[in-house]
């Protein structure tokens, strides 16, 4: 099972950093990601990192923002958002894959967390 937390309220231009942690076991068997979901849109890929943390991938609109990242005990993923717009309001979801790199590629991921809602102000 995934948790994720960390969102809230922030103001553009404000950060936020996002965690994710899986209970009862380590990411070091999954590659995992970000993904985010605003109201009457479909959930979008944010970002990704392979299962040994060699590789990550990012949405266009969050490259340079955005960065992912494990920590060294492969307990807990984070999301790093910087330079945050009211557009990247959304309840962002962490997610994991059995694959060595499941990237921007939604079904490949199995395991979901419930969601954090970030919301950005203008």
């Known amino acids: 099972q995934l948790q994720a937390y960390g969102g809230g309220l922030v103001q553009a231009g404000g950060s936020l950093r996002l965690s994710c942690a899986a209970s009862?076991?380590?990411?070091?068997?999954?590659?995992v990601g970000w993904f985010r979901q605003a109201p009457g849109k479909e959930r979008e890929f944010v970002a990704a990192?392979?299962?040994?943390?060699?590789?990550?991938s990012y949405a266009d609109f969050v490259k340079g923002r955005f960065t992912i990242s494990r920590d060294a005990a492969k307990t807990t993923l984070l999301l790093q958002m910087n330079s945050l717009k009211p557009e990247d309001t959304a309840v962002y979801y962490c997610?994991?894959?059995?694959?060595?790199?499941?990237?921007?590629?939604?079904?490949?991921?199995?395991?979901w967390g419930q969601g954090t809602q970030v919301t950005v102000s203008s």
């Open positions: 997610a994991a894959s059995t694959s060595w790199y499941a990237g921007s590629r939604l079904p490949l991921y199995a395991y």
């Open positions: 009862g076991r380590t990411f070091s068997s999954y590659s």
């Open positions: 990192i392979s299962q040994r943390g060699g590789d990550t």
